[in-house]
T-cell receptor, first 112, second 114 residues
Framework: GQNIDQPTEMTATEGAIVQINCTYQ??????LFWYQQHAGEAPTFLSY????GLEEKGRFSSFLSRSKGYSYLLLKELQMKDSASYLC?????????????FGTGTQLKVEL | NAGVTQTPKFRILKIGQSMTLQCAQD?????MYWYRQDPGMGLKLIYY???????DKGEVPNGYNVSRSTTEDFPLRLELAAPSQTSVYFC?????????????FGDGTRLSIL
């Protein structure tokens, strides 16, 4: 089976840095995605990692360690609009189709 | 481009009724997916398709059916609605040619079964 764990909730202050962790145990691995989902809206793509290391995209960075089954999403210079759920998703490479297994999401609340 | 379009946005059904959730994409994507998302939970894959005429079950297919007669459309059918199918349903698509291409999501259909 596939298992993805993320913290349920996190709170951070505007302007600060927050790290959202994701650990996974899957039968295979073909990449890891991070999505942002505002309340009542669709998920939107943030980042993709398939090799070990850090991928940086403006205020957002994502890190992957395949040997540890671990990833994190780093959000810098937090803004109120960053309050959302952050979903970690893994392509376990089972039967093709680029299917994704999603974690339950981390609800981030940014406070003043 | 409209991207992925889902209709309806909201629907209330009675137990035992049937309905079809529509999904269309105009990006010429090969792969399409249906997910459900229950409150506070992640997305669960219901069905997916890698091209016209090809569909396969995901993690939670029971109570649902799909078809893929064209590249653009991927409707999801509920035959006998049950309270357990109350959820938000998302359709997504991706080109499918390379592994690093993200899935693009529609705005969702919020379905309540009473």
């Amino acid at each position: 089976g596939q298992n993805i764990d993320q913290p349920t909730e996190m709170t951070a202050t505007e302007g600060a840095i927050v790290q959202i962790n994701c650990t996974y145990q899957t039968s295979g691995f073909n990449g890891l995605f991070w999505y942002q989902q505002h309340a009542g809206e669709a998920p939107t793509f943030l980042s993709y990692n398939v090799l070990d290391g850090l991928e940086e995209k403006g205020r957002f960075s994502s890190f992957l360690s395949r040997s540890k089954g671990y990833s994190y999403l780093l959000l810098k210079e937090l803004q109120m609009k960053d309050s959302a759920s952050y979903l970690c998703a893994v392509d376990p490479f089972t039967g093709g189709g680029n299917k994704l297994t999603f974690g339950t999401g981390t609800q981030l609340k940014v406070e003043l | 481009n409209a991207g992925v379009t889902q209709t309806p946005k909201f629907r209330i059904l009675k137990i035992g009724q049937s309905m079809t959730l529509q999904c269309a994409q105009d990006m010429n994507h090969n792969y399409m997916y249906w997910y459900r998302q229950d409150p506070g939970m992640g997305l669960k894959l219901i069905y997916y398709s890698v091209g016209a005429g090809i569909t396969d079950k995901g993690e939670v297919p029971n109570g649902y059916n799909v078809s893929r007669s064209t590249t653009e459309d991927f409707p999801l059918r509920l035959e006998l609605a049950a309270p357990s199918q109350t959820s938000v349903y998302f359709c997504a698509s991706t080109q499918g040619m390379e592994q690093n291409q993200p899935q693009h999501f529609g705005d969702g259909t919020r379905l309540s079964i009473l």
